[in-house]
Every structure is written in structure tokens, then in C-alpha cells.
């Protein structure tokens, strides 16, 4: 029982304290919820003061957006509204312009016509008029042929030749004027450059001629040269192709030969066998192959030294040789080498005055007479003969050119050409450069007192200054003021056109007129 009661105690214990543990959470419960409720109402109140202040900033930015975007819309509308105005000004414009010119063409049109009524009414009053001139110009001419007993072909004729004359007289005026003006300033210039290349060149003048002069110790060894019967002699113009000329002349024999190389190998070949004393044909065909060979080495060094003193390179063997022989060959006198030596120097010097390349200047100068030393006899003239040898051995064709055209063979084709021709004639036109022969100086005077009786009214011609100035007397009853200065002219024409003379020629017209009476 005492378990009984006591289970039954400790249950009922047990139910008490679950029935006590019940109300207490209940009551703890309900504080709670109290406690939840007041949280709650105030977080709803605090949520609905933030959404008011939230409503109320999403209020004012809306306000504010709606305000932006109405016054950019405003501003477009005006944007919008000022095009517009502005083409409707410019329309009104465009209207206005219409309106004026279709008034004005109205008026244009109204004066057009009226001009062109008066253009019509005047045009036939000249018509009228032109008719009347051409009635009254014929009866003037029919009275004027009925005066002068000419008709009008006739005076016309006669007019045109009058007016012919006087133009032709007063075209070869202008034309001799505008020449002088010409030459002038031309004729400055040139001399100018002419004349200082030539005060930079200073060169010997020399004579050569064709015969040399070998000087002997005594006159015995002249019998020793001629030898037995003359074979010593023999076999050495045979050897050397020189006339050796043995004469009265004392202490001295003579060696004629137009080859100046062939001359110099005599003269050489002659001293080496009077001074070894050994003179006999044998000897004498020994010793001239040894001063042929000596002179052909000198030949080649005399062009080496003359190509390096010009400061010309690359120049083909050949042509150095030919070069060299042009020591031993005379052009007029004037020896080749110093005269091609003194041309390319010219030519170096004007080509620089005048901007052109001064060394090919000095190569075409040294090489345009090298056609005169042809190892064997030839017809072609020198200057196609030493352009195709230029031309064979490399150089270049302004070179070619130059050397071919200096005597105008050939047509020039570069500015070389004048040069190396206009140096050409300085070198060998100075006064003692070249030895003329006399009967071609006097054929030239001559010619050009021939030319000048060849024109009509012509009364003496003198040629006189050695060439150098023609001097015509005419007849005063047939050659008037103007026309002895269009005499002048001509003549000057003529001479330079049909003669090859050096420098140039002055013409000088004389006209005189006297009046002689004797008083008693």
C-alpha cells in the first residue's frame, strides 16, 4: 500500500508540477506574445513613417524628372519653331526674288524688243547707206581712172608694190635691229666666258714644219752618210721613208718627210750611226729598227703623261697611242699635241663657266683631232675618222658627237659639240697659232670682194685688215640710205653663208654723194 500511495504520490507530484510547469510557460507564453505585439506594432509603425519618407523622395524626384524632361521639351519645340520660322523667311525671300525678276524680265523683254526694232530700223538705214557709198565710190574710181589713165587693177597693182617695198624695207630694219639687240647682250656673255677661259690658258706658240734639219760636225762625214754609189743613202730612205737631201749647205743635211714621226726616227737613226761611226746599210737597218721601236715606247708615254697631267682616266690603249702620236704631227704649222692639249683645257674651263661636266669636256677637247694620225692613208675626213675610233674604243657619245661635228660633219647633238668646236677655232684662229699658206689667204680676199660685187649698185669692194672687214663703195644714184643698210645686210648674209673663214667679218657700206661747181 505504502507503494501504492507512494507511486500514487509521486504521479500526482509529477502531474502537479507538469500542471504548474503548464500554466507558468502559459503565462510566459502570453508575456511573450504581448511582447511580440508591441514589437510588431512598432516595427510597423517605424516601416510605415520610412514608406512615407521613401514616397515622399520618390514624389519629389519625380517632380523633378518630370520638370528636366518638359523644359528639354520646351527647349526642342523652340528649336523646332525657329527652323521653321527660318524657312518660312527664306520661302517669302525665294517669293519676293520671283516676283522681281519675272518683273524685271517683263521690263527686259519690253526693252529687248524695243532695241531690237531699233537695231532693225538702223540696220536698214546702213544698208541704204552702204548702198549709196558703193554708187559713189564707183563713180570716184570711174572718174579717177578717166583721170589718170590707169584702171584700177592697174593702181592697185602699183600700190601693192610701193607698200611691198616699204615693208620689206622696214622689215629688214627690225630685223637687223632686233639682231644687233641680240648679238648685243649675246655677244657680252659670250665674250665674257671666251675671254676668261683664254686668260686662264697660257701656252707657247710653236712652229712646225715639214722638213728638219740635221746638223753634221764636219762636211766629210756627208760622204760617209751618202756611201758607195749612194747605197748608205738609199737604204736609209728605204728604212725610214724620209727624202734625205744632201746639198751645199754647210754642216747640215736635210730631212723632208711630211710624217713627223717617220722624220724623227731618220734624225734619231741618222745621230746614232754618225756618232758610233758605223755607217753602212746593215747597220742602218739595225739601228732604224731600234729608234722605230724607241719611238713608238716614247709614242706611248708621251700619251700616258698627257692624259694624266689633264687628269683624264679609263681612255682606251689605242687611243692613248694616237694621242702620243700627235706629238710627232703638225696641223698648219701648229703642232697637234700642244694645239689638242690647249683645246681641252679650253674645254675643261668653259664647260665649268657654263655648268657642264668639265672632265668630259677635257676628253672630247684631247680626242677631236685624233683622225689625223691615221697609222695608214685614208679618204674619211678627220673628224668621222676620229669619232668612229672614239666610238670603237668606248667613249661615250657625247664625246663621239663632240669629236664628230667640231667641222659640222655631223649634225650636234649636246652642248659638248659647241663647246669642243668654239675652242677648236680659239686655239687655232689666235694671231701666230697657225702658219696660213699665201694663196689661200688671197683666194679668201678675193671671195669676198667677189660676193660683194655680186649685188646690184655695188661700185668697189676692198678687202681689207687682213680679212677681217669688207669695205663697199656703191653708187649713190642707185642704192638709196635705207637700202645701203639693207646692202649691209645682205651682204653679211652671203659672206656667212657661203664662205669658212676664222673670227669674223665687218661689212661696211659707203655712200657718198658730191656736189662740184666752179665759180668764175
Keep these: 500500500m505504502d507503494i501504492i500511495s507512494i507511486t500514487i504520490g509521486v504521479i500526482a507530484g509529477l502531474v502537479l508540477g507538469f500542471i504548474i510547469a503548464k500554466v507558468l510557460e502559459k503565462k510566459n507564453v502570453s508575456r511573450t506574445l504581448s511582447t511580440a505585439r508591441k514589437e510588431a506594432q512598432h ?298 692639249r690647249e683645246v681641252a683645257k679650253l674645254c675643261g674651263v668653259m664647260a665649268a663657266e657654263l655648268g657642264l661636266n668639265p672632265k668630259l669636256a677635257k676628253r672630247a677637247g684631247l680626242l677631236h683631232d685624233i683622225g689625223k694620225v691615221p697609222e695608214t692613208e685614208t679618204e674619211t675626213p678627220h673628224a668621222i675618222l676620229g669619232m668612229e675610233w672614239a666610238d670603237k674604243y668606248g667613249e661615250k657619245p657625247d664625246v663621239c658627237n663632240a669629236i664628230g661635228a667640231h667641222h659640222d660633219e655631223i649634225e650636234m647633238k649636246t652642248l659638248l659639240a659647241p663647246i669642243v668646236q668654239v675652242c677648236d677655232a680659239i686655239s687655232g684662229a689666235r694671231p701666230g697659232a697657225r702658219r696660213q699658206v699665201l694663196d689661200s689667204y688671197i683666194q679668201r680676199l678675193k671671195d669676198l670682194e667677189n660676193i660683194a660685187f655680186g649685188f646690184v649698185g655695188v661700185k668697189k669692194a676692198y678687202a681689207i685688215q687682213a680679212g677681217r672687214e669688207l669695205r663697199v663703195i656703191v653708187e649713190s644714184e642707185k642704192v638709196s640710205d635705207d637700202k645701203a643698210s639693207q646692202l649691209s645686210f645682205e651682204i653679211s648674209q652671203k659672206i656667212q653663208t657661203d664662205m669658212t673663214y676664222p673670227g669674223q667679218v665687218k661689212v661696211t657700206v659707203i655712200r657718198e654723194t658730191r656736189a662740184v661747181n666752179i665759180a668764175k
Design 43 to 340: 516595427i510597423v509603425k517605424e516601416a510605415k513613417n520610412e514608406g512615407e519618407s521613401i514616397k515622399k523622395d520618390k514624389i519629389l524626384q519625380a517632380k523633378e524628372k518630370f520638370l528636366e524632361l518638359k523644359a528639354q521639351h520646351e527647349k526642342e519645340i523652340m528649336a523646332k519653331d525657329k527652323k521653321i520660322s527660318e524657312v518660312e523667311k527664306r520661302v517669302r525671300d525665294k517669293e519676293s526674288q520671283v516676283s522681281n525678276e519675272l518683273a524685271k524680265n517683263k521690263k527686259s523683254n519690253a526693252e529687248l524688243d524695243e532695241k531690237l526694232k531699233d537695231y532693225n530700223r538702223r540696220l536698214d538705214f546702213l544698208e541704204n547707206k552702204k548702198s549709196e557709198i558703193e554708187k559713189m565710190h564707183r563713180a570716184q574710181v570711174e572718174q579717177l581712172e578717166v583721170i589718170s589713165g590707169l584702171s584700177a587693177e592697174d593702181a592697185k597693182t602699183q600700190l601693192i608694190e610701193s607698200l611691198r617695198e616699204d615693208a620689206k624695207n622696214d622689215a629688214m630694219s627690225y630685223v637687223q635691229n632686233t639682231l644687233e639687240e641680240a648679238k648685243l647682250t649675246a655677244q657680252q656673255e659670250a665674250k665674257k666666258i671666251i675671254v676668261n677661259t683664254i686668260q686662264r690658258i697660257g701656252t707657247e706658240e710653236a712652229i712646225d714644219n715639214c722638213v728638219s734639219v740635221f746638223n753634221l760636225e764636219s762636211d766629210d762625214v756627208k760622204g760617209r752618210i751618202i756611201g758607195r754609189e749612194g747605197r748608205n743613202i738609199r737604204a736609209l730612205e728605204a728604212a725610214t721613208g724620209v727624202e734625205i737631201i744632201v746639198d751645199d749647205t754647210p754642216e747640215a743635211i736635210i730631212l723632208s718627210c711630211f710624217d713627223s714621226v717617220r722624220r724623227e726616227v731618220a734624225r734619231l737613226s741618222l745621230h746614232r750611226l754618225v756618232t758610233d761611226g758605223r755607217i753602212h746599210p746593215a747597220r742602218i737597218e739595225e739601228v732604224v729598227k731600234k729608234t722605230t721601236k724607241q719611238i713608238e715606247e716614247e709614242i706611248i708615254e708621251v700619251g700616258k703623261r698627257t692624259v694624266i697631267d689633264l687628269g683624264i682616266h679609263g681612255l682606251h690603249p689605242e687611243l692613248i697611242k694616237a694621242v702620243g702620236r700627235m706629238k710627232y704631227r703638225s696641223s698648219y704649222g701648229q703642232n697637234l699635241l700642244q694645239h689638242s
